[in-house]
């Protein structure tokens, strides 16, 4: 573990709900709840109001429309949340080249390979800016934890939520850790954290004063040294930029059990062609067919062919998984399915030998028609083309011919609400309309936070120019010291703007913070540097 706090963690809080918030004038300081809307979603995060009430990220829908009946209950909108990732992610590869990110709301930055932090006063400067710009930038907050280790940078971070700093000082560790609870640690879940608590076992504290042998004795060989190590604050893993993915998949979970066996056969070829697609976006090609089968009762089965060669042929992967398929009894109904490719590699090999045959007459899975208004033909029986019932999902953006911008509050009996609002509008009015009406179109998110024309391609001077202020207010940085307690730390300020946890993701650029008025430090020169690009590691 090194002797200075640059390692750096960010958290954007509540991401998907605040960006939600940022979005809709009308959700600002609202209960909002981001997820699946069927009878089995699951809730994806939920903003701090709601939390109020106990709902929060993994919990059943419905259980959260019980504890909270009056919050906004919204779709998931990925192509945003994306996107604005990919904005903060850009600003932290300005900071270092090692930038390990771990979800689209999450990552670590190593402060010292990009030469911009080397000690406790460089890395504090550090992290307060970089929260002012992701304010300036996305409109969203973030939480920041700054430590010595990985471990202990993401402890940090929670301690800041929402929208703080928070830096644990070399030297102060064990002293911080000590009275939290060993759940607070990483890899200790409710089954370990009981097993320790029947054995006496509920502080960091007392997890070291046990020590090694009866961590040993307890959890088992592996799991015993490991968490005994965490709890001498103890992390040698360096930040990991560009990690490998391992697999790609997808998988739907259904509102009804499906009992028919056809049924079954076309959703496994639906989610093999959509594995696909994700599978050539990311370039990637695959040896190894993974189906997973979860049955009425729960039970979850698991069963994967490895082909000759990798591949990206969506009629290879089809006929893998209907093969998978056969093997897997699913009389009693299915409540969720998945297909994913893994044995990733970024070339294909052509299995000349494949029983997938591509021809004029092959069957294709017809993709399910998500896009509004689309039309199917029921080529078989000759008749004309018609026109699906429009879907209008809560909280997805629309336009209107005469009223604009808007987004749908809800839709059922042949009829969608829609209220008319933009980001950087006042809250707006509320209109309802037929689900066929003409003059109402599905549209593109709108950027949460308006960009001036002469900020565009400014390069990594456009942040730079809200700095001004952003520098009239000042935030508290707590900062765990020696003396265990907190002082105000005044550096640059967070702006104003009001606020922004993760299901899915795979990836416009944004430039770097950065300017001749900085408040980072001058970049120290150093005899050693990071190297960027796939594979880099920090320094142990």
């Known amino acids: 573990m090194r002797n200075a706090p640059t390692i750096l963690h960010l958290d954007m809080d509540a991401f998907y709900a605040s960006a939600e918030q940022a979005a809709k004038p009308s959700l600002r300081g609202k209960a ?34 019980r504890l909270a009946p009056n919050a906004a209950y919204l779709v998931p909108r990925f192509g945003l949340y994306r996107e604005v990732s990919e904005q903060v992610m850009g600003l932290l590869r300005g900071l270092s080249p090692l930038v390990e990110p771990l979800s689209l709301d999450e990552a670590f930055v190593d402060l010292e390979a990009g030469g911009v932090a080397w000690d406790a006063e460089s890395a504090r400067l550090v ?12 409109g969203l907050t973030g939480s920041v934890g700054l430590a010595a280790s990985k471990m202990l940078a993401k402890i940090a971070s929670e301690e800041a939520k929402p929208d703080g700093l928070v830096l644990i000082e070399p030297g102060t560790e064990r002293a911080m850790l000590g009275p939290m609870s060993v759940r607070t640690l990483p890899g200790v879940g409710p089954a370990t954290g009981d097993h320790l608590r029947r054995a006496g076992i509920t502080t960091v504290e007392e997890l070291a004063e046990a020590g090694e042998d009866e961590l040993v004795r307890l959890l088992g060989k592996a799991h015993g040294h490991a968490l005994y190590a965490m ?18 998949s997808v998988e739907d979970t259904y509102d009804v059990d499906i009992h028919d066996r056809t049924r079954v056969g076309m959703e496994v070829q639906r989610l093999a062609d959509r594995c696909v697609q994700r599978l050539r976006g990311a370039g990637l090609s695959g040896r190894t067919i993974v189906l997973k089968v979860r049955r009425y009762d729960f039970s979850t089965l698991t069963r994967s062919e490895t082909l000759r060669g990798p591949t ?19 009389t009693g109904g299915v409540r969720l399915l998945g297909v994913g490719v893994s044995g990733l590699a970024d070339y294909t090999q052509e299995d000349l030998f494949a029983q997938a045959h591509v021809g004029a007459g092959e069957p294709v899975a017809q993709e399910q028609a998500e896009a509004v208004g689309a039309v199917v033909a029921d080529e078989a029986a000759g008749e004309e083309p018609a026109v699906t019932a429009r879907h209008w999902r809560a909280g997805h953006d629309v336009r209107h011919a005469e009223h604009g911008h808007g987004w749908v509050q809800g839709s059922g009996l042949g009829r969608v609400t829609v209220r008319f609002e933009t980001p950087d509008s006042a809250p707006g009015r509320v209109r309802t309309f037929r689900t066929d009406d003409p003059n109402l179109e599905p549209a593109d998110p709108l950027p949460l936070v308006a960009r001036r024309p002469e900020a565009a391609g400014a390069g990594a001077s456009g942040a730079e120019e809200s700095r001004p202020e ?21 550096g640059v300020g967070d702006g104003a703007a009001s606020g922004a946890d993760g299901v899915d993701g795979m990836g416009s650029e944004v430039a770097g913070p950065g300017g001749q008025a900085s408040s980072v430090p001058a970049r120290r020169p150093k005899s050693w540097s990071g190297s960027g690009g796939r594979g880099a590691t920090s320094r142990p």
């Open 312 to 330: 990206d042929d969506p009629a290879v992967v089809r006929e893998a998984a209907a093969r998978l398929l056969d093997s897997v009894d699913t």
């Open 470 to 490: 952003a520098e009239e207010s000042r935030p508290e940085v707590a900062v765990a010291g020696s003396s265990g307690g907190t002082e105000e730390f005044s």
């Open 32 to 65: 909002v709840v981001v997820g699946g809307l069927g009878p089995r979603g699951v809730v994806a995060t939920s903003s701090y109001e709601a939390r109020v009430f106990g709902v929060h990220s993994a919990m059943p829908m419905a259980q959260a429309r």
């Open 231 to 248: 709890a001498l604050a103890r992390d040698e893993r360096p930040v990991v930029a560009e990690r490998e993915a391992k697999s790609v």
């Open 127 to 138: 992290g307060a800016k970089l929260r002012a710009d992701i304010r300036t930038v996305t």
